[in-house]
């Protein structure tokens, strides 16, 4: 006869998560985000402190940053490890569906248990219960849907004996991995039911390396061995694949230089004599310069998002081929690729071991030299700036750069500075976290929390500024609670910077951007320094590039968060460092000023160029 344990649903739920283990020994599921309301207190919230700290509870300000903390920490683990986020029904939930979509575009993994209205109906409308005319099963959290790899909507406390396995094979899958929403009705949680005893037993999962097809793998390696200058693009899924080593290795045997995407950034570092930066849009010249001669572009673990390609301008090559290397088939053949679906760091050895030890034709390693020559003469201290002038944003990262150590991982997410960043940043291995995918405004303190759970011997510097800060600034109090120290360098150009430069860029006017072009009364004079010191961390603002040298190197004998507050140049074309390139963001076909139409008229010249394989 089955043993048998009587529960309720959310009991049952939180005892079995707490004994799903990485093959490390781990939880794969450390423990749970929570904020309680009417929708998940008196279940999850009684089941989460019967438990205790063998799946331990941690209290947000907010159910959106909450979640991005949880991404991060995924994120920074490689995707072996994960976090879970709990809310209440209605704004609570709903303040999660942008979280599921950044952690649904990075393919990160996270599970999010929204309360839900009643399975069973009977007091409905419930609070902050969304109704539909025209369906009685549709509720807020169906906005959870296209922004989830997979969404179940509990309404028996049994859907949890197929339910959970499914989400935690979704999470640890890596072609399938993303967000999970297990979408769960209030009355159920509350549910008793007589579970199996060995429901509970605990269950290792086990991240698989899919091996490539050998037909495949030939065809791949056979383009290789043709190839007259190949480039290999290095994209996230080395960095979960854990194939930084393999990456290398192949690189440097076969003579092909790398270039580097977002999410790539860091898998090699910068010092590396075959990485030649990044590529695209915020791509460095030597990198560029090797995009656009390439008759063969090897794509490992990239998804070609359109900063990578510039839009599809960059491989400018007439007869170009493409080859992705991808753990998804849906990323394997993109724009005409030639696809190898497999696991990163297979997929690398195997394709050396056939192509032996052939090496590609001789590329330019002076390039890579000179560019990084560049890169420092660009991002050094300023000799003397008068008192109407400040500094740039490479002056910032040039000052953080010098403070910094191979312990140094650089974050962020939006605005001026990823761009920056990708371009100007030279990381150790592993020194790099940018959420790029969705480029979401807000994600940087929370995910800067997130990381430093996940790397808690590395030294966290968070680079946000005004506008993305002021979007979501909360954690910060958290992290202060919490006792998690990171740095935040908080560069204040008052304003959206980086939206102002490119509605300029496209022919517009200033508009709606930086404060000064608003339609407001009064011009603000918001205190970061006060604002952040409010919130426990230890604050200061930074009177030049030298004294933010010096407050970065401080910030690391802290047990809290340490803000640094520096004012920047707000002008529209503070310098650039050279590379870059073209970015296909559309403008008006009918323009009201000369500016306008000229840009237009660049515009099309561009499109022209683009390479387009479907």
């Known amino acids: 006869m089955t043993k048998t344990i009587r529960l309720t649903a959310a009991q049952a739920m939180i005892r079995w998560l707490s004994v799903q283990m990485t093959e490390d020994g781990d939880r794969f599921i450390e423990g749970m985000w929570a904020i309680f309301g009417h929708g998940n207190v008196a279940g999850i919230g009684e089941a989460l402190q019967g438990i205790g700290t063998a799946f331990p509870t941690w209290r947000g300000q907010n159910e959106q940053t909450m979640a991005h903390a949880a991404i991060a920490y995924a994120k920074a683990k490689k995707r072996r490890g994960a976090h879970a986020v709990t809310s209440s029904i209605g704004p609570g939930a709903t303040n999660m569906v942008t979280a599921a979509a950044l952690a649904h575009v990075n393919r990160l993994p996270v599970l999010l248990i929204p309360g839900d209205v009643f399975a069973s109906r009977r007091p409905d409308p419930v609070l902050q219960q969304v109704e539909d005319f025209d369906d009685g099963t549709v509720s807020a959290n169906d906005c959870f849907r296209p922004v989830s790899r997979y969404f ?119 010092k590396h004599p075959m990485n030649f930066g990044a590529a695209g849009v915020d791509g460095s010249a030597a990198a560029n310069a090797l995009c656009e001669k390439a008759d063969l572009v090897i794509g490992v673990g990239t998804r070609f998002q359109d900063f990578t390609t510039g839009s599809w301008t960059l491989f400018s090559e007439p007869d170009r081929k493409m080859v992705s290397i991808n753990v998804q088939p849906y990323d394997a053949f993109k724009h005409g690729s030639a696809g190898l679906v497999s696991d990163a760091r297979v997929a690398l050895e195997k394709l050396s071991e056939m192509l032996e030890d052939h090496k590609a034709p001789s590329y330019d390693p002076e390039t890579r ?68 995918g969705y480029s979401c405004m807000g994600y940087e303190v929370a995910g800067a929390m997130g990381i430093k759970l996940a790397l808690p011997h590395r030294d966290v510097v968070c680079f946000v500024g005004d506008g993305s800060y002021m979007m979501a600034n909360s954690e910060l109090a958290t992290a202060v609670m919490r006792r998690i120290p990171f740095t935040v360098v908080l560069t204040d150009n008052r304003g959206y910077g980086c939206i102002n430069r490119l509605q300029i860029h496209c022919g517009g006017e200033e508009f709606n951007n930086m404060y000064k072009d608003c339609e407001i009364d009064q011009q603000p004079e918001i205190d970061f320094v006060k604002q952040a010191a409010s919130m426990g961390a230890h604050a200061e603002k930074a009177k030049d590039i030298a004294d933010l040298e010096a407050k970065v190197v401080a910030a690391r004998n802290r047990d809290i968060p340490t803000v640094i507050v520096i004012d920047t ?36 010249q561009k499109q022209t160029l683009q390479n387009l394989v479907n």
């Open 569 to 604: 140049d707000a002008r529209p074309d503070p310098g650039e460092a050279g590379g870059g390139h073209w970015w296909d963001v559309a403008v008006p076909e009918v323009g009201q000023t000369t500016k306008s139409r000229d840009a237009r008229s660049l515009y099309a």
């Open 369 to 436: 030299e000179q560019w990084l020559e560049q890169v420092d003469a660009h991002c050094a201290a300023p000799l003397a700036l008068g008192k109407d002038h400040l500094p740039t944003d490479a002056q910032v990262i040039g000052a953080v750069q010098r403070a910094s150590t191979d312990k140094t991982v650089a974050m962020c997410a939006a605005g001026t500075m990823p761009g920056a960043l990708k371009l100007l940043w030279q990381p150790s291995q592993g020194g790099y976290h940018m959420e790029y």
């Open 152 to 270: 179940d909507r509990i309404t028996r406390p049994e859907q949890l004996l197929s339910a959970l396995p499914r989400a935690l094979r979704v999470m640890t899958d890596p072609a399938a991995c993303g967000p999970v929403t297990l979408s769960f009705c209030q009355d159920v949680q509350a549910e008793a039911y007589d579970w199996p005893e060995a429901f509970f037993e605990p269950r290792v999962w086990i991240i698989r390396r899919p091996e490539p097809d050998r037909a495949e793998l030939a065809q791949i390696a056979d383009m290789i061995r043709r190839a007259k200058a190949p480039v290999l693009v290095c994209g996230g899924g080395v960095i979960y694949s854990q194939a930084e080593q393999a990456l290398s290795e192949f690189a440097t045997r076969h003579g092909i230089p790398v270039v580097e995407t977002q999410a790539g950034k860091s898998a090699l570092a910068q």
